[in-house]
């Protein structure tokens, strides 16, 4: 069919609008409401990320996007030094993904870590190493020595998914060199899909920082973060938004982790994000009976179970969710207190957080 050439051009606009209303939409920012704690800002963080620099099978700009559609606020590229099946087509360049990626993070506001992974078989397994100048010093085939040589430049070294190889799994005597030489400060209790009870234990025993990644190396399958379908992730809370300070923040142990529905991390840090995210409002009391709404301002999940004698056997708040409740009471005036274990808030391995649900009295409710 014959076309005028004011026909052409306008079927060209066309095309070129749909083109741009179609990267517009894929380029929409989710926005994650976790609450800030303690005085901390909680950042939203995967500090273990692979491009075909490694193993990978993206371009290390398309880190970057997918975490800034996802709602992140920090990530690290950490490829492998000594795993590079991609050489042939891709040079060797340990620096190089980190440099593709940092303009494209800048622009987007995501704070971009310099880290790279050492590999060695299991045990002792393999290792991030964030907050580096060079990867170049690194590239040693004596572990020590490549440990070493990160502590130099003032590395935060942890252990990626200690459970990867379960006929492998255990901590040996590396670790423990790596830990006494004060190498070793956090570990991998989430890597991908998988959860490391031992990991958890060590954790807490070891005082080692909580860690949750996702160790992507496809392409991201999410086009949407919500409170069951989201990426592995680290929460860091930071005194602000710089590398420096999440740097401080992971030396510190302030860190928790968000693993499908759970979150995981020690006591103070799971408990002050309850907290964070739960209200108890239009509290109505009468001589007998207490209603109050319990709202759950978070995109976390929230599953609890009475563990006391007062309130619903169960409550389940999904994100940003509320649930009117009421309750048999001996009087008005008194403030009540209803026993709960948040089951999906673990503080040690299959142990939830311990939490009271206060309801106050006719003194001091509001209607």
């Given at each position: 069919m014959n076309r005028t050439p004011r026909s052409r051009l306008v079927a060209i606009t066309v095309v070129v609008l749909l083109l741009q209303a179609s990267y517009a939409l894929g380029q929409v920012r989710q926005e994650i409401r976790i609450p800030d704690i303690m005085g901390y800002k909680t950042l939203k963080c995967d500090f273990h990320l692979h491009t075909v620099f490694s193993d990978g099978l993206v371009w290390p700009t398309v880190r970057v996007d997918e975490a800034w559609r996802e709602g992140l606020d920090a990530i690290s590229i950490t490829d492998h030094i000594e795993y590079q099946p991609h050489k042939q087509d891709v040079p060797t360049n340990h620096n190089r993904s980190y440099e593709i990626a940092l303009p494209r993070a800048k622009e987007r506001g995501i704070l971009l870590v310099k880290g790279t992974e050492i590999t060695r078989d299991t045990p002792p397994g393999h290792f991030n190493a964030l907050f580096i100048q060079d990867v170049t010093p690194l590239d040693t085939k004596d572990l020590l020595e490549a440990m070493e040589a990160a502590a130099r430049q003032g590395a935060f070294i942890w252990w990626n998914h200690p459970g990867w190889k379960p006929e492998h799994k255990g901590w040996f005597d590396i670790h423990t060199t790596l830990y006494e030489k004060k190498y070793l400060r956090g570990i991998e209790v989430v890597n991908g899909t998988s959860y490391y009870p031992e990991a958890h234990e060590w954790a807490l025993s070891k005082n080692l920082t909580f860690i949750a990644d996702s160790d992507m190396h496809a392409p991201s399958p999410l086009d949407k973060t919500t409170s069951e379908k989201h990426r592995p992730m680290t929460f860091v809370f930071v005194k602000e938004k710089t590398i420096e300070a999440i740097k401080e923040a992971l030396v510190a142990g302030r860190t928790a982790i968000w693993f499908e529905k759970q979150v995981l991390g020690r006591r103070e840090y799971v408990e002050a994000l309850y907290q964070g995210a739960v209200r108890i409002t239009d509290i109505q009391r009468e001589p007998k009976v207490a209603r109050f709404t319990i709202t759950n301002d978070s995109d976390l999940a929230l599953e609890l179970q009475?563990?006391?004698?007062?309130?619903?056997?169960?409550?389940?708040?999904?994100?940003?969710?509320?649930?009117?409740?009421?309750?048999?009471?001996?009087?008005?005036?008194?403030?009540?207190?209803?026993?709960?274990?948040?089951?999906?808030?673990?503080?040690?391995?299959?142990?939830?957080?311990?939490?009271?649900?206060?309801?106050?009295?006719?003194?001091?409710?509001?209607?």
């Open positions: 009475r563990t006391g004698k007062l309130g619903p056997q169960e409550v389940i708040l999904p994100a940003r969710t509320s649930l009117r409740a009421s309750i048999n009471v001996a009087g008005a005036e008194k403030p009540v207190e209803l026993s709960y274990v948040v089951g999906n808030f673990l503080i040690a391995p299959e142990k939830g957080l311990p939490v009271s649900l206060v309801v106050a009295g006719s003194q001091t409710a509001g209607n």
